[in-house]
């Protein structure tokens, strides 16, 4: 029976998860506490949030590629079949929206004419042109994402609690370094 995720599973979990809950912060902070569009400081976040966030872009493909190759440890005998299906679904829409995020992100960027930088080294290649009716659907669509996306990290989080706290199962564990 396999019990742990690979080094290189954890690995990108961890790096991902860190890079998201950074990112979704800035972006917050910058969106919320920053009301000119005018400030330096605005700026500065929204283009540190872009150059990191890119990044996600390339984490999941290589992510997804372990994911696919790699099996995974098996859920524990005391999940129902039911919960079982339903937490491989959470997953999947998890991985859903966190692809969904820096995708809209860059369109949201290109549609108003700005790049999409990758880790202040290069911009990724301009897709679409300045197109205010596209901005006016990707900008509410970035920022509805934004929002169930971070439900959904938290809800990750608690279920990743529950496992370790009242099941005291082996799930949480299995994504932890040894």
Known sequence: MNTSYTLTAKILHWLMAALFIFVWCVGFYSDHFILSNTDTLRHT???????????IIFLFCIRLFWRYTHPVPDLPDTMSPHLKKLTHFMHICLYIVLI????????????VGYTAPVLYIFDLPTLIHTNPELKAIIKPTHIYLSWIVGIMVVGHIAAALKHHFIDKDNVFKSMMFK
Request: proline fraction near 4%; include cysteine.
């Open 45 to 55: 976040l929204i283009g540190l949030h872009k150059n990191i966030a890119t990044t």
């Open 100 to 111: 969904m995020m820096p995708v809209t992100g860059c369109l949201l960027s290109w549609s």
